[in-house]
């Protein structure tokens, strides 16, 4: 089941990838190109053409040809955001950079946001070894928009750094530098339900020299190399280890016994909650317990000699 599961992850993620592809060749037949440019990959080299899509941080889509519509583009600088869905989760991020929009201040804390699916966990193979940052969607740098919870998902430490560090480090350099305007707008790519983002696709255009100097449409992919994600959760391993997750078996009544104990967690036997033994217990030691009597057998709890639970 564990691996089923994760094949069923990955093969979800692939088909995603696919579709991306397969409108990425649509809309190059729809659109067009608005900048020019050299397009290629940014892939190492190393990787060569059908391997696997977990191993880039990330690909083009529709040629690198961000797909802004003329009445989207403007020189004045903007940003604007989603509300978040009905499951906590962030929408698109889009803005007009321009250098009145960059932060003047110092970056304050923004560890009391906690984005869709967000876990605090550490792994050794993670660099700065938290799995998960909180990801603006539109870098601080950019935007100046710090703990806005609008802005901000649970991205891995490679979508932040490998995935999109770069592209807004291009687009900042590019203002401060001309003092022009780049339109840029990143929209997390939410599989069903998910609670973690698949990825981001982030597309960005210089608007007075119309795309000479910044251009781009990408995707991102949320992913860790070495860790495995649920993304419907955020629950995440290492890389070839299975994911443990509780057995839910059925009981027989008579395994299920009255569901109602108590247990004292010192001497590890369970009681009848009138049981004077467990009435008698410190308050420390004892916890109500409700559910099939083999259970507690099954994780190393004995019935009371006394009251026979
Ligand atoms: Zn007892």
Redesign the pocket.
């Known amino acids: 089941m564990n691996l089923g599961m994760k094949e069923n992850l990955s093969g979800i993620r692939k088909k995603k990838i696919r579709a991306l592809f397969a409108a990425a060749v649509l809309a190059a037949a729809l659109f067009l190109p608005a900048c020019s440019g050299p397009t290629e990959t940014n892939a190492p080299s190393n990787v060569t053409a059908g391997s696997s899509p977990e191993a880039v941080p990330y690909i083009e889509v529709n040629g690198n040809v961000p797909e802004f519509t003329e009445d989207e583009i403007t020189a004045e600088s903007f940003e604007q955001y989603a509300e978040l869905d009905a499951l906590g989760r962030c929408g698109t991020a889009f803005a007009c950079v321009g250098q009145d929009l960059m932060p003047t201040e110092d970056r304050g804390s923004i560890g009391q946001v906690k984005p869709s699916g967000w876990h605090t966990v550490k792994y050794d193979c993670v660099d700065g070894k938290y799995l998960y940052n909180r990801c603006h969607l539109i870098g601080y740098q950019l935007s100046g928009e710090n703990a806005n919870e609008q802005n901000l998902i649970t991205g891995t430490r490679y979508l932040n750094i490998d995935g999109m560090l770069s592209f807004e480090n291009e687009i900042a350099d590019y203002v401060k530098e001309t003092g022009n305007h780049v339109m840029y707008r990143v929209t997390p790519e939410f599989e069903g339900d998910n609670l973690v983002a698949d990825g981001v696709q982030m597309e960005a255009l210089s608007v007075e020299d119309d795309g000479a100097g910044v251009c781009f449409n990408v995707f991102a992919y949320n992913i860790q190399p070495g860790v495995e994600i649920d993304y419907a959760t955020g629950e995440s391993w290492l890389s070839g280890e299975t994911k443990e997750i509780e057995e839910q078996r059925e009981y027989t009544d008579e395994e299920k016994g009255t569901e109602d104990y ?1 247990i004292n967690t010192s001497t590890k ?4 909650p009138d ?4 009435i008698n217990t410190k308050e420390e030691n004892k916890e109500s317990f409700n559910g099939p009597r083999q259970w507690l057998i099954e994780n190393g709890y004995e ?7």
């Not at 036997?269 to 009848?272: E, I, L, Q």
């Open positions: 108590m036997k369970f009681h009848h049981c004077s033994s467990i019935p009371c000699g006394k009251c026979k639970p």
